[in-house]
């Protein structure tokens, strides 16, 4: 089973950026599909990025070209930069092996000026 802990969440101007970490236990790290997922107050919690152990990544439409995730094999752990953020990105982030419905506690993200 893989342990996950977020960290790297917080306010932030309309613009501007954040870079969510993520640390996981376990020997089988690097075959595991890892995601982010993200929950709005009032919505669905949903898919935004997600990367294989080989480094293939996938992205929620809306976060193309603004978000990036990335991975460290050898330190167990994935990333999720976020540039040009807006009031829209505002939630709570999840990372989570991909198709996992296992949740921790997240990071809160939040973007207004």
């Known amino acids: 089973q893989v342990q996950l802990v977020e960290s790297g969440g917080g306010l932030v101007q309309p613009g501007g950026s954040l870079r969510l970490s993520c640390a996981a236990s376990g020997s089988l790290f690097s075959i595991i599909v890892m995601a982010w997922y993200r929950k709005a107050p009032g919505k669905e919690r949903e898919l935004v990025a997600s990367?294989?152990?080989?480094?293939?990544?996938t992205y929620k439409d809306s976060v193309k070209g603004r978000f990036t995730i990335s991975r460290d094999n050898a330190k167990n752990t994935v990333a999720l930069q976020m540039n040009s953020l807006k009031p829209e990105d505002t939630a709570v982030y999840y990372c989570?092996?991909?198709?996992?419905?296992?949740w921790g506690p997240g990071t809160q993200v939040t973007v207004s000026s």
């Open positions: 989570n092996v991909y198709g996992s419905t296992a």
């Open positions: 990367i294989t152990g080989g480094g293939t990544t």
